[in-house]
Structures are given as structure tokens and as C-alpha cells.
């Protein structure tokens, strides 16, 4: 079973998401997104498997998305690699099992594709 999480420690809506993983013994691999953002196609693909547009995972309270992405038209392709560029503007946890994945919010969304 091959389950990736897209994940910040020191958000404890991760951070839990992460710990439900583990206590259905899967041991996911754990990508630190702000240290290692995923490439712009690597986010278009998540994007693509959570069925959204890159505005519906966007953290809009960042510095980052006020400074960078706010106010802007921007097509698909400028939206996601300024997302890529800004990390903190990606909401997460981002869980990805084969063809499905789901953000953590609430962390026990996850068991719907585990």
C-alpha cells in the first residue's frame, strides 16, 4: 500500500492526521512540503485526484497568498506554480493512496480512501 502524506509537523491537524495512518499500521511516506514543496506537475496531479481547483487548496490567511496571489488573474498553470513557489499557501494535510487523495480536515477524512 503505497500512501504518501504531504505534511507539516508543526500543524497538529497533520500532525494527528499522520498519527491515524500509523494506527492502522501503514507507515506512509512523509514529505515535508514546505522543505520539499512538490513540483508544479506533481500538485496539478494532487489537485487532479482530490477533483479541485488550486484556489480550493489555498491557505488565504498566508502573508504569502496576500502578498503573491491575491487580487491576481492568473490561468491554472501561473496559479500552480506560484503555489509551488509559496508553499505555506498549500493546505494540508494532502494524503494521496494510488488514484485518490483527500485533504486531512478533519484528520479521520483520510479512512475514506486508506
Do not use: W
Amino acid at each position: 500500500m503505497s500512501i504518501i502524506i504531504y505534511h507539516n509537523p508543526r500543524c497538529s491537524k497533520s500532525r494527528k492526521t499522520l498519527e491515524l495512518i500509523q494506527a492502522k499500521g501503514i507507515e506512509p511516506e512523509v514529505i515535508e512540503y514546505l522543505k520539499m514543496p512538490p513540483s508544479e506537475a506533481e500538485l496539478d496531479a494532487i489537485l487532479r485526484k482530490l477533483s479541485k481547483e488550486p484556489a480550493e487548496l489555498m491557505r488565504i490567511g498566508e502573508d504569502d497568498y496576500k502578498e503573491h496571489i491575491k487580487g491576481k488573474i492568473l490561468s491554472r498553470a501561473e496559479t500552480i506554480a506560484l503555489m509551488v513557489q509559496y508553499p505555506k499557501v498549500i493546505e494540508r494535510p494532502i494524503v494521496v493512496h494510488d488514484e485518490k487523495a483527500v485533504v486531512g480536515r478533519p484528520p479521520e477524512l483520510i479512512f475514506d480512501i486508506l
